[in-house]
């Protein structure tokens, strides 16, 4: 048997790595024969996966062994490309992919997944930003311990984002006191949205993480017609009155043709801090069950756990507070599932616009 990138790739494809469902059989880019007949293999995904490259290897190594092709060595690497957006929108400078993390109503812990996502891609390899679009309850600024600090801007036109725990944010929060309360109206919020977003230097960012404001109304339409998204995730409880709301975020999503990642599955079960006995007081299974409705992934569940949310209001949210926990390991899961569904979509139409000197 040849020991070519085809024939590799061909005993990889129809099989996906456990917990992973990705076929890799294209990932495979280059295949080097030793002397001694043993194949030395390297992969490049579109997605990061620091996590899980040494547990990938393994997976892929064996599966080639079974096969029988005699394995060298596995490496596994990745690059990350832009995708394609809704409309005509032309692409964001300095950044390759924007996220939407939305929700249909408030109070379902979207901001705290967003943050934790963000962080979670950053630890799996990515660069990674973070734009707070929730103009009326900025809370960004807090959970990545910037508050009261404020961005500058070098040129007069244009804003360096600022910097926490590795994540690039931007957020109305830097830009006034935090008592002060926003009393715009729909086309103050979406105009100062966009500028933002166009005006903010983004620094060669793989993803944008978008916190969108919670609900359908005027604001998160508008954003999502005029922002270049390439996908967005859904956020909700197990709750019946939440996933009525969160289908209806969904559905807003889809008729301005941006493509869907998945489903996240937040307060799935309360974990009480004494015993740790675990109880699904919202219910059990609705995210799965608006999931297969709608034919798109579950790409998580998340407990109501105490810690997520003094980490988060301490200014060092759960992937970086305590990075090696079961609940910063199912982030950074959420997070692998979430990039990779995106690789597998469309590529950018267009070149990716990158300013030179």
Not at 87 to 97: A, R, T, Y
Not at 122 to 129: Q, T
């Amino acid at each position: 048997m040849r020991l070519t990138t085809g024939a590799v790739a061909a005993a990889l494809s129809g099989a996906t790595p456990p917990d992973l469902d990705v076929d890799l059989s294209a990932a495979v880019d280059r295949v080097e024969v030793t002397e001694g007949g043993r194949a030395n293999v390297r992969l490049t995904l579109g997605f990061p996966a620091a996590g899980i490259r040494d547990g990938l290897a393994k997976w892929v190594a064996e599966r080639l062994d079974s096969s029988g092709f005699p394995v060298g060595t596995v490496e596994i690497d990745w690059e990350i490309s832009p995708h394609a957006v809704q409309g005509n929108l032309q692409p964001l400078k300095g950044v390759k992919n924007l996220i939407a993390v939305a929700s249909g109503k408030g109070g379902v812990g979207k901001s705290t997944v967003a943050v934790n996502l963000a962080l979670a891609l950053a630890a799996e390899g990515a660069r990674v930003g973070v734009l707070d679009a929730d103009i009326y309850g900025p809370s960004q600024p807090r959970m990545l311990g910037l508050e009261g600090q404020r961005p500058t801007s070098p040129d007069g036109k244009h804003i360096d984002p600022l910097v926490g725990h590795g994540l690039q944010c931007m957020s109305i929060g830097f830009l006034v006191d935090q008592d002060t309360p926003m009393i715009w109206r729909g086309p103050m919020v979406t105009q100062a949205l966009t500028q933002f977003l166009n005006d903010t230097s983004w620094d060669n960012l793989d993803y944008l993480i978008i916190d969108m404001p919670p609900g359908t109304g005027d604001i998160a339409l508008t954003l999502a017609q005029r922002v270049p998204v390439s996908g967005a995730i859904i956020v909700t409880t197990p709750q019946d009155i939440a996933l009525l709301d969160a289908r209806k975020g969904l559905k807003m999503f889809e008729k301005v043709d941006v493509n869907v990642l998945g489903i996240v599955e937040n307060m799935s079960t309360y974990i009480c801090p004494k015993c740790g006995h675990e109880e699904a007081i919202f219910g059990e299974g609705g995210g799965k069950r608006l999931a297969d409705e709608n034919d798109t992934p579950l790409l998580g569940t998340l407990p109501l756990d105490l810690r997520i949310r003094e980490q988060a209001d301490s200014g060092r949210p759960t992937v970086v507070a305590e990075p090696d926990g079961d609940i910063a390991r199912a982030y950074r899961a959420l997070a692998r599932r979430a990039a990779a569904e995106l690789a597998q979509t469309a590529p950018a139409a267009f070149p990716n616009i990158v300013e030179e000197d």
